[in-house]
């Protein structure tokens, strides 16, 4: 069965994973502008950047993945930086995802550090489960972001 490449409202969903574009979009130069994502696609090849790392980030570091299936390339180049507090974009698929589908790993750069991402909708800081400790889901109904107070029905999960 070939690889299905569509476009969804977003970016691309590449054999039923999702490669999304994302940034902030407001209209002044705030930290989330320097954070953003983007897909593009260019016949058999596919691309994915993100850009995690801001002006006020200084543990920064690169991870990404090339990929292939059925003559389909996908490339994914990331930007990080572990003292991130909040991010425009979409986080890529986790490697593993792609493998359980059949992808082959031809080139690996780095490592994602960041398991399970949620973000506040209204100012864009991170609620990362593996430094929070807690799973998101497992929170209070109550809970409020500790940044700007949004419900935690304001967060949506962006890795």
């Avoid at 994973?17 to 953003?36: E, I």
């Amino acid at each position: 069965m070939a690889v299905e490449i569509k476009k969804i409202p977003g970016g691309l969903e590449v054999d039923g994973l999702q490669l999304l574009h994302g940034k902030c979009g407001c209209t002044s130069l705030a930290l989330c502008c320097y954070s953003w994502s983007k897909v593009k696609q260019r016949g058999d090849q596919v691309v994915m950047e993100a850009r995690m790392a801001a002006p006020g980030t200084t543990d920064n570091f690169e991870w990404g993945y090339v990929i292939s299936k059925d003559g389909i390339t996908v490339t994914v180049s990331v930007e990080d930086a572990r003292d991130k507090q909040i991010f425009s974009g979409y986080f890529p698929p986790a490697l593993g995802e792609w493998e359980q589908r059949g992808w082959e790993v031809v080139e690996k750069t780095g490592e994602r550090e960041d398991d399970v991402v949620w973000r506040c909708a209204m100012c864009k800081w991170l609620f990362r489960e593996n430094q929070e400790g807690t799973p998101f889901a497992d929170l209070p109904d109550e809970w409020h972001c500790p940044v700007c107070g949004a419900g935690k029905y304001e967060f949506e999960q962006v890795g």
